[in-house]
């Protein structure tokens, strides 16, 4: 039997609450050392394609292509591993080949060494969110889970902006100091030892892992499935989302729109500051770290406040949130690009970013309250493989054959396409999530 949406998963019994956010905690942490060291390189891709001699084809190929194929290809084994073996072994294993591989990707001597390397980071990063997203479901209790969701969705935007702010301030250290004599790392260049260290980051990280007990997995009431020894097949796993798809269709829609849009504004914000105002790399760089740093993670805490609070009222509150801030995106997303001064594009980013990275916590919140939780890692592997091959790997490039066809010769063409497929994402994502909202107020 399936589980109805207004089912709960069983709460951790005799867990102290502080134990639930060392849990949340930890995985926070790791999961935003993995964006630190999946973003960091951005600063560095000139001066590594002049160091190794690479042509831009190519430097392109490995820092990015390569880490986003592996990345997405790992997504649904990372599930099926998170849905049948122990999550916290996951995660240190996780976080134990990313470093080792971060400290690799420092070392490389050409491109073929890079490309490995960097793949190798896209994989192993890959294993770690649905073991987290599972972890933080049978882990933290409903009355918590929408904050706890919403405090590790908070480590894409602090690991970013991070990468932003301390990956710069790192490289101008490291530009002005003589470390020639240090063993081992005294012959890399400043980008080399730069990835060294937040690779080696990782390694105390692993200690901590281990001062959390694996959580116990919880059964959903009403469902055998979760009830069953054995983890649910793949065939029953796609057969509860087929059940669930009057929900889940209209939700994988909604969070592949902002993660589209999203990844588009994270690729064309700076050659559109660039263009416009005459900003500098450094410039965007401190302007956008410090944002990232602020006002998503409001905007995630917030809205993990008020799911919580809706959820104890036995309301849909994902559903509402997901309406709320559709209904704030989509001016944002059409005026942010069509901004003449620079206090107005900031203005329509900083509320840009508070809104548009909450379709992380409303995914993974509607997937823990609708499915088993024996379910969710698998579930949340498949979203994330929507997200990555759309959001990642189609939106930047539908922005750029904008740019390049329709609006070729405008005086603002960057802006104008921005504008343009960006707000249609925004009202993809608003219709979607209107659905949302009216399908849970039926099934209260």
Not at 220 to 230: I, M
Not at 345 to 350: D, G, V
Request: glycine share 10%.
């Amino acid at each position: 039997m399936l589980l109805h949406p207004d089912s709960r998963r069983a709460a951790p019994t005799g867990t102290a609450p502080w134990r639930e956010w060392w849990l949340v905690g930890v995985l926070t942490v790791a999961s935003m050392l993995a964006y630190i060291d999946k973003n960091i390189v951005s600063l560095m891709v000139v001066s590594i394609q002049k160091d190794l001699g690479l042509r831009p084809a190519q430097v392109t190929l490995a820092l990015g292509t390569a880490f986003a194929i592996a990345n997405i290809l790992i997504s649904i084994p990372a599930g099926w591993l998170a849905d049948r073996v122990q999550r916290r072994s996951i995660v240190a294993v996780a976080i134990l080949l990313w470093s080792a591989m971060a400290i690799a990707c420092g070392n490389v001597t050409g491109f073929v060494t890079l490309l490995l390397a960097r793949a190798g980071v896209g994989l192993a990063e890959g294993l770690l969110p649905p073991a987290c997203y599972s972890m933080i479901g049978d882990g933290v209790s409903p009355q918590r889970r929408a904050r706890a969701l919403g405090v590790f969705s908070m480590s894409n935007l602090v690991g970013t902006g991070l990468a932003f702010l301390g990956g710069g301030l790192l490289l101008g250290l490291l530009g002005r100091v003589d470390y020639s004599g240090l063993p081992l790392v005294g012959h890399l260049p400043p980008w080399g030892l730069a990835l060294v260290i937040t690779g080696a980051l990782g390694f105390p990280l692993l200690l901590l892992v281990f001062l959390f007990r694996e959580p116990k997995r919880h059964e959903a009431a009403g469902d055998q499935a979760a009830a069953s020894p054995e983890p649910p097949s793949w065939s029953e796993v796609l057969r509860a989302l087929a059940a669930r798809r009057g929900m889940l269709v209209p939700l994988a829609i909604f969070s592949v729109a902002h993660a589209m849009l999203t990844n588009s504004v994270n690729l064309w914000i700076a050659p559109l500051l660039m263009g416009r105002f005459g900003l500098t790399p450094a410039q965007i760089g401190t302007l956008s770290g410090a944002l990232l740093l602020t006002a998503g993670p409001i905007g995630l805490f917030v809205a993990g406040a008020v799911i919580d609070r809706l959820n104890r009222q036995g309301r849909h509150g994902a559903q509402l949130i997901a309406l709320v801030v559709a209904a704030i995106m989509l001016p944002c997303a059409i005026f942010h690009g069509l901004a003449a001064t620079q206090a107005s594009f900031w203005f329509w980013q900083a509320l840009l970013l508070l809104v548009a990275t909450t379709y992380l916590l409303v995914t993974s919140s509607i997937v823990t309250r609708e499915l088993p939780p024996a379910m969710v890692g698998r579930a949340i592997a498949i979203f994330l493989l929507l997200q990555g091959l759309l959001g990642v790997g189609l939106a930047p490039t539908l922005t750029a054959l904008a740019i390049e066809t329709v609006f070729a010769g405008d005086a603002q063409p960057i802006g104008h396409a921005m504008a343009t497929m960006h707000g249609a994402y925004a009202a993809v994502a608003l219709v979607a999530a209107i659905v949302m909202f009216r399908r849970g107020r039926a099934l209260r």
